[in-house]
């Protein structure tokens, strides 16, 4: 039962216009959610992050929207690079009865960035 | 400033072989907590150590044990392999809520 889900697996978009990668949950006890992203045979390199408290964090050309009612965020990257082809993955975390953050991840969306 | 560090970087081993990764997390970080990640599938939860103690388990079988040492870099043990642990094995170290992660250690089980 995936908690996280990336819908889509892959997106091409052309340099210097918008990607928005998407992101959707089930589990209302998330309270903390991230961006990473992963090139092959490297580990995943965190990218920006959300609190439930807000609805949008920005960071440079990264944007992540977080709409709670719909259990949906998204990132948003203006504008895109072909630096940014990479594989992207969502997380969320929420704190449970152990005092522990695990992430739960999607399954990843690979966006390649055409020059 | 280093961040987080595993070792060693690639490993190949037979079934019923064991296996121990290790993991440095960044300095002032108490915080360690380890992933399988399989091809074409996002990170799985296996392990949580926070001050030495262990905060939190996946759904791992008891092959798949860790400890956390005073200096707070942290061991994966697996026993037995099975084929089904080949992966790269990801350690993510934190200070609050964002965790950090090392470059991963790629294990083949022959």
């Known amino acids: 039962d995936q908690q996280v889900k990336q819908n889509s697996p892959s997106l091409s978009v052309q340099e210097g216009r918008i990607s928005i990668l998407n992101c959707d949950y089930t589990?209302?006890?998330?309270?903390?959610f991230l961006w990473y992203k992963k090139y092959p045979a490297e580990g995943p390199t965190f990218l920006i992050s959300?609190?439930?408290i807000k609805d949008k964090n920005e960071d440079g050309r990264f944007t992540v929207f977080l709409n709670k009612s719909a259990k949906h965020l998204s990132l948003h990257i203006v504008p895109s690079q072909p630096g940014d082809s990479a594989v992207y993955f969502c997380?969320?975390?929420?704190?449970?009865?152990?005092?522990?953050?695990?992430?739960?991840w999607g399954l990843g969306t690979s966006l390649a960035v055409n020059p | 400033d280093a961040g987080v560090t595993q070792s060693p970087t690639h490993l190949i081993k037979t079934r019923g072989q064991h296996v121990t990764l290790r993991c440095s997390p960044i300095?002032?970080?108490?915080?360690v907590s380890w992933y399988q990640q399989v091809l074409g599938q996002g990170p799985q939860f296996i392990f949580q150590?926070?001050?030495?103690?262990?905060?939190g388990r996946g759904n791992f079988p008891d092959r798949f044990s860790a400890r956390q040492f005073p200096n707070y870099s942290s061991e994966l043990n697996v026993n037995a392999l099975l084929l089904g642990d080949s992966a790269l094995y990801l350690c993510?170290?934190?200070?609050?809520?964002?965790?950090?992660f090392g470059p991963g250690t790629r294990l083949t089980v022959l």
């Open positions: 993510a170290s934190s200070f609050s809520r964002e965790q950090f």
């Open positions: 300095s002032g970080h108490k915080s």
């Open positions: 150590y926070y001050e030495k103690e262990e905060r």
């Open positions: 589990n209302s006890m998330f309270d903390y």
């Open positions: 959300i609190s439930s």
């Open positions: 997380a969320a975390s929420g704190r449970n009865a152990g005092n522990n953050r695990k992430l739960i």
